[in-house]
């Protein structure tokens, strides 16, 4: 019989773990045929992306060397484990670092030459990688190429897959794929997988766009960084840079390293060395201070566990039946899910800084909102040390409340801020903030128990994707501690400035780009302005024109609505398998999507090992379906 054809849009990390997910599946349901038999079942995936395998566009390896993950070598993964509840096979394999152990002894095996480690900047870091070591962008997409190619070459008889260097345009009627370079492929089933992408400017950003070519001001507009063209900020140059997360800590990578400098140690201070060729960077944001470090201490006292945001709690929840408002009925029990990591660390694993024990505490927090004034007086009367005093509004808005006679003040501040925060995420004897962590991930975790349906519909549109998430990034997903150090060398040199709390930015005509803060005298104006962000969603107004193709043709952004709200996700609308549903909630036969740009919940790709993570869940459901949705494989059916 012909081999059926599955079409996956898109190389990159989402695409071959739901390719390894579907290989995986149908070899195990294949229960060893052989693909020789006449009515075998045969399969044939053909993966299209102008970017090789594995990496894709956002983790390619011609990108910046200088460009890194924001996660540990250890807490890498793209494999299944004996964590996982999911259908499909267990398929366990190497984590990044051990990955890299595994090259380093001659034992990782050859499974061909483009998952070979050929640059030897790469093999020098891969020989030198540490499991709490945070890995360059290039060597994780020497590991997810060495994925590509052991899923591939252990597939199954029966089964062929193949990348084509090419770009999806659109998708005729229903079964065909359109490619920039005229080629039509068929496919039995056909998967978007195309990652993270980039949209038409909103409105604030096109009148910026105008202003700036008016003026002959350089601004440069939300942006993955290593795509964001930054020809323009020149030497010397005062640039506005709004935005203090991830992107805005890559911009300053490329425009100071990137460009020359070099950092060096003098005794226990990082020192910087310019090039002179770096432009001066004014930072400034709502908050007013960057992402918060990753935490390298670890856990000493009692093991993590969820305390208010229980699986009971929420069943309870789910039992009502009005809608669940993330505002009102979740985010006071993650923010007392963030309480009692804290303390439940700070008491357990260091004693001798509290009074009292942990059972009495705990008792404390149980009887007290998350923002009762009156816990901060409990928490003062057990807790000697400011330091080891934890309140979530201090932990989000740090500045707030804070006015600032001089600009240098508030320059001063966030430095100082920064300093404590390395402090307080780096020492061993800090290691409550690694209960905070736990708490928060534990939290997002969880949430994946309410059901996409059962939430209102701002919370849907607004909360989730927007709050939480940026909150959850802000305290749990923040730059490796050396950037924040190195953030620190920088502001001593003269390089960065920090702007403060609520900056605006706005175009005065004749003067250039105007930033300020309400909360700091004086303002700063420059000839160009980033804004330091990645571009929102938005599917139907997508720059891939594929995915754009998908949201105005075959599917929709999903809406919300409700007597409250009324609004759009931004992202394509799909049902639990990932299979595409029209305008009018109906099914697609042979399409399907996944990854961010979907409605369903977002886990990300490659995740930590033994999380049980719903990304592995997730791409393993839909494997299943995907398998489910061709038409006479009968396969273990």
């Not at 003098?266 to 060395?273: A, K, P, Q, T």
């Amino acid at each position: 019989m012909n081999a059926r054809r599955v079409v996956l849009i898109g190389a990159g990390p989402r695409a071959i773990m739901l390719l390894e997910r579907i290989i995986a599946r149908f070899g195990a349901e294949a229960g060893g045929g052989d693909a020789r038999d006449v009515g075998a079942p045969r399969l044939h995936v053909e993966l299209i992306d102008p970017h090789p395998p594995g990496g894709g566009r956002i983790w390619r390896r011609a990108q910046s060397p200088l460009l890194k993950l924001n996660s540990m070598a250890r807490d890498v993964t793209v494999f299944t484990d004996d964590s996982c509840t999911i259908a499909g096979p267990i398929r366990p394999g190497p984590s990044l670092i051990e990955w890299a152990e595994l090259w380093r002894d001659g034992r990782l095996g050859t499974v061909g030459p483009d998952a070979e480690i050929d640059d030897e900047v790469v093999a020098a870091e891969a020989r030198g990688l540490r499991g709490d070591s945070f890995p360059t962008r290039r060597l994780h997409s020497h590991y997810l190429a060495w994925f590509f190619a052991r899923t591939v070459a252990q597939a199954p008889p029966g089964v062929t897959v193949r990348w084509r260097a090419d770009t999806v345009v659109g998708v005729r009627e229903p079964d065909t794929v359109a490619l920039a370079s005229g080629l039509e492929l068929r496919g039995d089933v056909i998967v978007y997988a195309v990652g993270h992408n980039g949209r038409e400017p909103d409105a604030a950003t096109a009148d910026l766009i105008a202003a700036a070519r008016r003026e002959r001001l350089v601004y440069v507009p939300p942006a993955f960084t290593a795509d964001a063209d930054l020809s323009g900020l020149a030497a010397g140059d005062d640039v506005i840079v709004r935005g203090m997360g991830l992107a805005a800590i890559d911009l300053v990578v490329l425009l100071t390293q990137g460009r020359g400098g070099r950092f060096t140690r003098d005794g226990e201070r990082l020192r910087y060395v310019a090039s002179g060729r770096e432009p001066r960077l004014h930072l400034g944001s709502r908050r007013g201070v960057p992402y918060r470090s990753k935490v390298s201490s670890a856990i000493q006292g009692a093991p993590p566990q969820r305390e208010v945001l229980t699986a009971g709690r929420i069943a309870t929840l789910l039992a009502r039946p009005q809608q669940v408002d993330f505002d009102t009925d979740i985010w006071p029990l993650i923010a007392g899910e963030l309480l009692h990591g804290h303390y439940r660390e700070l008491f357990t694993a260091h004693p001798d800084r509290v009074a009292g024990d942990w059972p009495a505490f705990r008792a404390v927090l149980q009887a007290h909102a998350w923002d009762d004034p009156a816990l901060l007086d409990a928490i003062a009367a057990v807790v000697p040390d400011p330091l080891d005093r934890f309140d979530i509004a201090s932990l989000d808005r740090p500045l707030a409340g804070r006015t600032f006679s001089r600009g240098d003040d508030a320059h001063r501040a966030v430095c100082d801020h920064i300093a404590t925060d390395l402090h307080l995420r780096t020492a061993p004897e800090r290691s409550a903030a690694q209960g905070v962590f736990f708490a928060a991930l534990l939290s997002f975790l969880a949430l994946a128990e309410i059901p996409t349906e059962r939430w209102n519909a701002r919370s849907r549109a607004v909360s989730l994707p927007v709050r939480w998430h940026t909150f959850f990034s802000y305290v749990a997903s923040g730059p490796p501690a050396h950037r924040l150090e190195e953030l620190l060398a920088l502001a001593d040199a003269g390089v960065v400035r920090f702007l403060g709390p609520d900056t605006t930015v706005a175009v005065a005509p004749g003067r250039g780009f105007v930033a300020a803060s309400p909360r700091v005298p004086g303002e700063t104006v420059a000839r160009a302005l980033v804004d330091a962000w990645l571009p929102g969603s938005g599917a139907a107004v997508s720059d891939n024109p594929a995915l754009r193709d998908l949201a105005t043709r075959h599917g929709a952004e999903l809406r919300v609505a409700d007597a409250d709200f009324t609004g759009s996700l931004g992202r394509v609308h799909t049902d639990d398998d990932g299979r595409i549903l029209s305008r009018d909630g109906v099914p697609a036969a042979s399409l399907f999507a996944l990854g961010p740009f979907t409605s369903l919940t977002e886990g990300g790709a490659f995740t930590r090992p033994h999380a049980n993570a719903l990304s592995l869940r997730q791409t393993d459901r839909t494997a299943g379906a995907v398998l489910a949705a061709i038409p006479a494989l009968t396969v273990g059916r």
